[in-house]
């Protein structure tokens, strides 16, 4: 661990769209139910947006509300990182809508897609940005429109996914605050169990590939979950070792929200009991690349995660991809 991290997050913003998706209208469009839902995932609600609203207009609110927070102006970010798998257009990156919404005209804008584990890879980038000081102030946001990819005929997907964003701001660190150590991991071989199979070069939009619903999210949830489970929880014990940490200098585990089971099991396999795990699934459902930002958001404002704090970060998604952070708040 380093004595003085290279890279700290000076605040924070989240955005979560207006009209609520409950359970009880889940069961109106599937054959599901509120019981099955919630006893398998942990789900309650989940937030989606309106027709017209996109990924960068839940990315740019929830950037102008971490840019308030750090109390730093548009003009002074070098580099905008927006982790998505729902980028607005094809072509160019999520992130220039947002520079350009934001007024951060100094700025080098750019999109990275690492699933559900988006955040994770860009706040090691934005560590190594600073560090190598490439940058002093790095924007990094996670956002997702899942509802756009999501098939609300497929009861296996449809319960589990939901929209939002949140943003962090992130400057040199000048005390012992900052990002304390990152791990990150992807393995190609099983990205089959969960993916979008269309809307790219491989399989293009065609009326055929409609047909086949290649525009959705497809996923083996038994396969994925155990591979969640196994890489959740050695992500988890592999960044208590790279920080230097033990259990009891960990004062909040902040897992990716896919499902309460597998943050559960995270949270033992380090043994950290239950008051030291955010959770937030209930409310938002699984959000993709957006689930980390808005749970550190939510908890910094509900008093969860106070200055000073330690938390583990930790995620999972399709790739597969899965990793890991410390970082002192
Ligand atoms: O973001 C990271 C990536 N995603 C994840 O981490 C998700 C990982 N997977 C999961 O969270 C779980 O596997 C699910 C929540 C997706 C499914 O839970 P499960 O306990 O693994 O259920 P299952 O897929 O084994 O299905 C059990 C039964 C099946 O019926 P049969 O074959 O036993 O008759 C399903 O057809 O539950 C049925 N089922 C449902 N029933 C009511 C599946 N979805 C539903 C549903 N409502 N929505």
Known sequence: MRNQPAAKIVGTGASIPEKVLTNFDLEKMVDTTDEWITSRTGIETRYIVQDGQCTSDLGTEAALRALKDARVKAKEVDVIIFATITSDVGFPATAVFVQKNIGAHNAAAFDIQATCTGFIYGLEMADAFIATRRAKTVLLIGGETLSRITDYSDRNTCVLFGDGAGAAVLQPSDDDRGILATYTRSDGRLHNLLMMEGMGTKNPPTAQNYHEKMQYIQMEGRDVFKHAVTCMGDAAEMILVKAGLSQADVDLLI?????????????KRIK??????????????????????????EARRNGRLKQGDVAILVAFGGGFTWGSAAVRF
């Open 272 to 297: 950290l009991p239950p008051e030291k795990v955010y959770v937030n699934v209930n409310k938002y459902g699984n959000t993709s690349a957006a689930s980390i930002p808005i749970a550190i958001d």
């Open 255 to 267: 897992p990716h929200q896919a499902n309460i089971r597998i943050i559960d099991a995270t949270a």
